[in-house]
């Protein structure tokens, strides 16, 4: 049995996640490795059903609470699809894991930030990814793709005020340098073929393909 891989994309809104989780999914599996693509909140219908609730219902819930319902989600889809598939010698590409909780959860201290790895820990056995891919790019910037995207349809998130998306990236960079040994940080800017490319030299090694 092959051994399997996790990569995980973070980032803020529209910064192309999921364009670019799509492409490494499809370069991965056509150079023959068994790749399994998913996502986060989300990934089993039980975490489906608390994506639907999290981001398109009325619901308030304190960040702490909120965070407590991300891991929820994040518990289900780690025991009964993520775990699973590294088992069986699976590349997992999943699109945001536990550093969106840090991110969008983490009120920047750390005293909050142990207290997301802690319930990481008692949810999903603390799993982390081999790899994270942080794509970054200006907050106000992408705003602009969003509303070509989702026009005014945003989500209980991501209607956020533009202070709150811009604090969210400060806080990936800072996960990014704080953990530089997982953390790979890509450029968004340019067209998706371009930072395809930047994405799959960072991963040479990984894949083994020199680099
Ligand atoms: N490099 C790029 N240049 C221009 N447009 C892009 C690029 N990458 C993705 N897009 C477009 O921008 C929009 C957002 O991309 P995508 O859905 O991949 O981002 P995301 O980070 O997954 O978003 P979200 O945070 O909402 O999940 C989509 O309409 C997509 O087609
Ligand atoms: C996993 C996770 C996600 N979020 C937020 C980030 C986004 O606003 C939405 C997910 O929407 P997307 O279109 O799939 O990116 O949820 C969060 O706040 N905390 C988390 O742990």
């Not at 994405?199 to 990984?206: G, K, Y």
């Amino acid at each position: 049995m092959t051994e399997g891989r996790f990569i995980t994309f973070e980032g803020g809104e529209g910064v192309g996640k999921s364009t670019q989780a799509k492409m490494l999914a499809d370069a991965l599996a056509a150079r023959g490795l068994p790749v399994l693509e998913t996502r986060e909140p989300g990934g089993t219908s039980g975490a489906e059903e608390i994506r639907a609730l999290l981001l398109h219902s009325q619901g308030e819930w304190s960040a702490r609470a909120e965070a407590l319902l991300f891991a929820a989600a994040r518990a289900d889809h780690v025991e009964k699809v993520i775990a699973p598939a590294l088992d069986a010698g699976k590349w997992v590409v999943c699109d945001r894991f536990i550093d969106s909780s840090r991110a969008y959860q983490g009120g920047g201290d750390t005293l909050f930030d142990d207290a997301i790895m802690a319930i990481h820990q008692i949810g999903s056995w603390g799993l982390l990814p081999d790899v994270t891919i942080l794509l970054t790019a200006n907050p106000a910037e992408m705003r602009h793709r969003l509303a070509a995207r989702d026009g005014d349809g945003a989500d209980r998130i991501g209607g956020r005020p533009l202070a709150y998306h811009e604090s969210v990236a400060a806080r990936f960079r800072t996960l990014a340098a704080s953990e530089s040994e997982r953390f790979t940080v890509i450029d968004a800017a340019g067209s998706p073929e371009d930072v395809h490319q930047r994405i799959l030299q960072s991963l040479a090694p990984l894949i083994g393909e020199g680099g």
